[in-house]
């Protein structure tokens, strides 16, 4: 089983910073990729961006130019640096993994609890 634990969310200003962090652990034999995604009230939930174990980055359009994912495979650890952050933007971010798994010995995909992010006008 692996647990996927978000931090770094909060309320910022538009036009403000925030950056999330998302730590898996657990039956990990290895990741192969990370992202996150992110739902706000009474709709969907989208991606924002994701990262392969490889370096490979992929964003939304909405988000292109002002968040960064990056990723620690040494630590299972993804990123999410967000710059000039807009009302927008507010909604319940997830974090998810992609990862091969030792115990089952198969490929799986699991999500953190979610991490809310507000910004003010």
């Known amino acids: 089983q692996v647990q996927l634990v978000e931090s770094g969310g909060g309320l910022v200003q538009a036009g403000g910073s925030l950056r999330l962090s998302c730590k898996a652990s657990g039956s990990i034999f290895i990741i192969n990729g990370m992202g996150w995604y992110r739902q706000a009230p009474g709709k969907q939930r989208v991606l924002v961006a994701d990262i392969t174990s490889g370096g490979t980055t992929n964003y939304a359009d909405s988000v292109k130019g002002r968040f960064t994912i990056s990723i620690d495979n040494a630590k299972n650890t993804v990123y999410l640096q967000m710059n000039s952050l807009k009302p927008e933007d507010t909604a319940v971010y997830y974090c998810?993994?992609?990862?091969?798994?030792?115990?089952?010995?198969?490929?799986?995909?699991?999500w953190g609890q979610g991490t809310q992010v507000t910004v003010s006008s």
């Open positions: 998810n993994a992609e990862y091969t798994d030792y115990i089952v010995q198969d490929d799986l995909r699991s």
